[in-house]
């Protein structure tokens, strides 16, 4: 009996086996899915690898800062041309008049131009916004430079698209330019750039040398600024057509250089030894084959973005800190927007010449790199060695004395009578350019490395919706400040002032 019963049993288990192996092929996993360290995969940076990074984001910044600097002003020069040939009827005596009281800075042109700026600022802020949060993410689980390329190369489509409508503007009208933005959809325009650029460099250093790195980044793009505009300002007395072309193409070349710089996703994560996600787990290829049902595929996609969305609340909004220091930078936005924007043309009115307003903007960009390069990194160096207060409060104690140096500015722009009062403003608003840096310190310590990217898409998002809101009020102050003129005309800058008291009230409040 114990033979049969012995046969028996092994007869069952043959065909048990044979039952299992029926319903396995050759595309079974045979192991469970394995959870690992993505991060211990990729060994930590080399002070090298490091450096030569973030020299590279040194490089793309100025190839891209160039093309900005080169093309803003002369096309704010074509633009009141145009606005003031349909004007005036193409009369040759008015548009080659110049000075202060020339027909093209009358109040009726000047306040066109600041409300077209305006819908122009608000239409490039619109689009983009729409799609920053999604390629954020995309930046955090897929890589920086995919993002970083296709933001660049949908902002230089943009540039192509606008300069094509002014070169034939008798033809096409002005207003043509503003359907070219939705060009933006492809990468999410210069917010996305910028944003990319901080998460690239954020990857490659270490905590405590940020603050340092950070300052040499906003000073190179404000050296680069301050060399720019007399360059600009002298090929603006030939033609402003000149720089325009020129500016465009260094984003061409831009979008080239992009393709040259490292992936630094996992870098990051190995610089601070966690993992790449929270649940630690590797993203397999399992459900990427050919034979994948288009259901799954949606299921898996949803899946993924219900769990970033997940993430995005549970490390940044979530966060009460972290969401009223972004707001504080998001609401700093419309003061830089509107001195990018409307700073030149509210000094070049009375002035009466667009090359001389843009020289004297420069005096903001030397103070700036004065503060950045030499007092602001004295003043941290003693302070930290001779006294008992730690990096991130001294950060702090920072940025809320940038924030009222920042309101200071504003008033003293909306006040300014002379040339010489315009100056004491842009010197005072040159001392306050160490506040984005040093937010972006705050912020960027206090939220998980896996999360850099998405808390500096989130704080773009912010700045968009800000933008959004306050660019065309603020376009709407300035023309109707011009119109009225006498104490009025800086009325746009009085607004800007209490929003800088906003941002310093809150920081002064906020217990980090």
Known sequence: MAPNAQLDTRDSNRETSGEHASTVDETSRLLPPIKQDAAAA???????FQLRVQLMCAVFLFIIDVSVFIIDPPTQQILEDIICRDRYGGDPSVLLAKGPGSPCKSPDVQS????????????????????????????????????????IAGLTLMVTWNIFILWFSDIFSIWLMIPGYILLFIGGGATMVAAMVWTIVTDVTREEERSSVFYQLVALTLIISASINPLTAWLMNYSPWLPT????????????????????RLVGLALKDVPDSPDGEVSTDEDSGPGVKADSMLSAAWHKLTKYLAELWQFVIADKKIMALCFCEAASTPISTSMALFALQYIAVPLGSWPKALTLLTISKVTSVILLLGILPLCTHVILKYSSINRMKLDVYLARTSAVLLTLAMFAMGLADTEWELICALIIYGLSQGFSAQMRVLITAMVEPHMVATVNTTMSTLQSVMVIVT?????????????????????????????GCLVSIILCLLRL
């Open 112 to 151: 066109k131009l600041a409300m077209f700026t305006s819908i122009q600022a608000l239409f490039g802020t619109l689009c983009p916004l729409l799609v920053q949060v999604p390629y954020g993410l995309l930046a955090d689980h897929s890589g920086r430079r995919l993002v970083l390329f296709l933001s």
């Open 42 to 48: 990729v060994p930590a940076p080399s002070r090298a």
């Open 245 to 264: 072309f020129l500016g465009t193409g260094f984003l061409y070349v831009a979008c080239f250089f992009v393709l040259l710089m490292p992936e630094t």
């Open 471 to 499: 660019t065309p009020l603020i376009g709407w102050l300035l023309g109707r400040g011009l119109e009225i003129g006498g104490v009025w005309t800086g009325l746009a800058y009085i607004a800007l002032a209490a929003m």
